[in-house]
């Protein structure tokens, strides 16, 4: 409040509506609030007033502050269509659809015919998996600005989560026709193209993401040179460095065994990973992220290394195992999976929270040990163990869980080293057991992370990895269904009764 104060303070001249209309126009919200706060002082039911805070507020990223002002606007003119809108677009920020779709819906009601509603209840649907009921409205939208790039872009996102991938592409085209350059249509188009097998297309326009403001990647400054794979290595030095999470490092270092021995390699990784590619068996310094890289000639991040070395879909650098578990660790871990006469299977329901698809990647631990046979013994591979969990497997006396045990991933690999089968979902411990050779099951949902491809249920990049697949969204039992007899391999590991 010092600082409304003071930009009070330095304020001359008399306040009105167009007062505050002109600060928003001129991008000064933090002015343009200010004088609300003190015209509502005055006069606390003034409709236009309260609108213009709501929207200082939004501008601001004070969406508490905003929701406040346009609830009391709503309690003055429920029948305004504008507010229920306006409402609507509040809560899609703070992340809550259903409620923004309820807003939504009642200012269409009352008569809001315009574009930005129709996007907006679509945008709403889209974030609450309703992707038909997405499609309809941005269609809509559409309708009446055909050049709304946003509306493609969603569009195109509602396609890809209904696998209609030609569709989807074919949003991101018209999109980037209208704006080249737009970030959210190259960035999402080269996940279509990546998970159709388009390498080639893919991996350039994968490279997008370094200018996207929503990639959360981390990005590094260098002295040295990028490398793009045309500059010859020969007597020269290259950092590689991690940018994504585990998996993405893990599925990646592959490329570091495919340069020349005169080729002087730096391999910068997340810590929990450094002894696991120490034991690569690759001539490099391998050092942790925090680590400064020693003087280097050039740079590529681990995921730019399919694009450096032109990769398609069929010359990905297969290898049965480029993973190698430690003997110390083997031996720390060999009383935990001793041989009780049973098939050892180690299990991975969910991923961590933070991942941006982890509501449709992840499945409840109750329900996946539904699905898979009573007689074996089970290794739960999460670090993170919920309550829920903690009752589930306590109930149990054939499920382990190391939990907060497992303190890096050479732990996980020691575990995974002498167990029979890894079943997973699509998480960091499915790339560490497919990269280390193990039988590898990895439950897919509906419409998966681009590496695993369209369909199918092998992969270009694991040659012991099975993939199980939704039928639909949300739809596990699907993906089970019959899959003992689908797969004689793991149906022999599991020993399903038929």
């Given at each position: 409040?010092?600082?409304?104060?003071?930009?009070?303070?330095?304020?001359?001249?008399?306040?009105?509506?167009?007062?505050?209309?002109?600060c928003?126009?001129?991008?000064?919200?933090?002015?343009?609030?200010q004088?609300?706060?003190?015209?509502?002082?005055?006069?606390?039911?003034?409709?236009?007033?309260?609108l213009?805070?709501?929207?200082?507020?939004?501008?601001?990223?004070?969406?508490?502050?905003?929701?406040?002002?346009?609830?009391?606007?709503?309690?003055?003119?429920?029948?305004?269509?504008a507010?229920?809108?306006?409402?609507?677009?509040?809560?899609?920020?703070?992340?809550?659809?259903?409620?923004?779709?309820?807003?939504?819906?009642?200012?269409?009601?009352?008569?809001?015919?315009?574009?930005?509603?129709?996007?907006?209840?679509?945008?709403?649907?889209?974030?609450?998996?309703?992707?038909?009921?997405?499609?309809?409205?941005?269609?809509?939208?559409?309708?009446?600005?055909?050049?709304?790039?946003?509306?493609?872009?969603?569009?195109?996102?509602?396609?890809?989560?209904?696998?209609?991938?030609?569709?989807?592409?074919?949003?991101?085209?018209?999109?980037?026709?209208?704006?080249?350059?737009?970030?959210?249509?190259?960035?999402?188009?080269?996940?279509?193209?990546?998970?159709?097998?388009?390498?080639?297309?893919?991996?350039?326009?994968?490279?997008?993401?370094?200018?996207?403001?929503?990639?959360?990647?981390?990005?590094?400054?260098?002295?040295?040179?990028?490398?793009?794979?045309?500059?010859?290595?020969?007597?020269?030095?290259?950092?590689?460095?991690?940018?994504?999470?585990?998996?993405?490092?893990?599925?990646?270092?592959?490329?570091?065994?495919?340069?020349d021995?005169?080729?002087?390699?730096?391999?910068?990784?997340?810590?929990?990973?450094?002894?696991?590619?120490?034991?690569?068996?690759?001539?490099?310094?391998?050092?942790?992220?925090?680590?400064?890289?020693?003087?280097?000639?050039?740079?590529?991040?681990?995921m730019?290394?399919?694009?450096?070395?032109?990769?398609?879909?069929?010359?990905?650098?297969?290898?049965?195992?480029?993973?190698?578990?430690?003997?110390?660790?083997?031996?720390?871990?060999?009383?935990?999976?001793?041989?009780?006469?049973?098939?050892?299977?180690?299990?991975?329901?969910?991923?961590?929270?933070?991942?941006?698809?982890?509501?449709?990647?992840?499945?409840?631990?109750?329900?996946?040990?539904?699905?898979?046979?009573?007689?074996?013994?089970?290794?739960?591979?999460?670090?993170?163990?919920?309550?829920?969990?903690?009752?589930?497997?306590?109930?149990?006396?054939?499920?382990?869980?190391?939990?907060?045990?497992?303190?890096?991933?050479?732990?996980?690999?020691?575990?995974c080293?002498?167990?029979d089968?890894?079943?997973?979902?699509?998480?960091?411990?499915?790339?560490?057991?497919?990269?280390m050779?193990?039988?590898?099951?990895?439950?897919?949902?509906?419409?998966?992370?681009?590496?695993?491809?369209?369909?199918?249920?092998?992969?270009?990049?694991?040659?012991?990895?099975?993939?199980?697949?939704q039928?639909?969204?949300?739809?596990?039992?699907?993906?089970?269904?019959?899959?003992?007899?689908k797969?004689?391999?793991?149906?022999?590991?599991?020993?399903?009764?038929?």
């Open positions: 409040m010092d600082e409304m104060k003071q930009l009070h303070t330095n304020a001359a001249g008399k306040i009105d509506v167009l007062s505050v209309k002109h928003l126009q001129k991008g000064d919200d933090k002015l343009a609030l004088y609300c706060h003190e015209l509502l002082a005055d006069n606390p039911q003034h409709i236009q007033t309260l213009f805070a709501t929207l200082a507020s939004r501008s601001l990223g004070w969406l508490d502050d905003a929701l406040n002002f346009i609830n009391r606007a709503l309690e003055l003119a429920p029948e305004q269509p507010i229920h809108s306006l409402m609507g677009d509040i809560l899609l920020l703070q992340k809550r659809p259903e409620c923004a779709l309820n807003a939504l819906l009642q200012a269409r009601k009352l008569g809001d015919g315009s574009s930005q509603i129709s996007f907006n209840i679509g945008s709403a649907y889209l974030a609450l998996a309703s992707y038909e009921d997405a499609k309809i409205y941005f269609d809509r939208a559409l309708a009446i600005n055909s050049q709304m790039v946003v509306a493609l872009v969603n569009k195109g996102l509602a396609e890809h989560s209904l696998m209609n991938l030609d569709a989807a592409i074919a949003c991101f085209d018209e999109a980037l026709r209208f704006e080249p350059e737009n970030i959210d249509a190259k960035w999402n188009k080269s996940h279509v193209l990546l998970t159709l097998g388009r390498y080639e297309e893919g991996f350039r326009l994968y490279e997008a993401r370094w200018t996207h403001p929503k990639v959360r990647l981390y990005k590094r400054n260098f002295d040295s040179k990028s490398w793009s794979g045309k500059e010859s290595l020969s007597c020269k030095s290259i950092l590689l460095f991690a940018e994504g999470g585990f998996g993405d490092t893990l599925q990646f270092v592959r490329y570091a065994n495919l340069f021995e005169d080729v002087e390699l730096i391999i910068q990784c997340q810590k929990p990973l450094v002894e696991l590619v120490k034991g690569m068996g690759i001539k490099a310094k391998i050092i942790t992220s925090s680590d400064a890289p020693p003087k280097h000639d050039y740079h590529c991040s681990l730019s290394l399919p694009l450096a070395f032109g990769t398609t879909v069929v010359d990905v650098p297969r290898f049965e195992q480029y993973i190698f578990p430690s003997q110390d660790y083997l031996r720390k871990w060999k009383s935990l999976t001793s041989n009780s006469g049973n098939a050892k299977i180690g299990i991975v329901a969910r991923g961590s929270v933070s991942h941006k698809n982890d509501r449709n990647r992840s499945m409840d631990l109750e329900s996946l040990l539904q699905f898979l046979p009573k007689t074996a013994d089970y290794f739960v591979l999460q670090r993170e163990i919920s309550e829920k969990e903690k009752r589930v497997i306590s109930k149990s006396d054939n499920i382990m869980a190391p939990g907060k045990k497992l303190e890096s991933f050479s732990d996980t690999a020691a575990i080293e002498q167990l089968l890894i079943v997973s979902v699509d998480t960091s411990v499915a790339h560490l057991a497919a990269a050779g193990k039988p590898t099951v990895i439950i897919l949902p509906y419409r998966p992370d681009w590496r695993w491809g369209a369909s199918g249920h092998e992969t270009v990049w694991y040659p012991n990895a099975t993939l199980i697949r039928e639909h969204h949300g739809g596990w039992a699907s993906a089970f269904n019959c899959w003992g007899s797969f004689p391999a793991i149906s022999g590991i599991l020993r399903f009764e038929t």
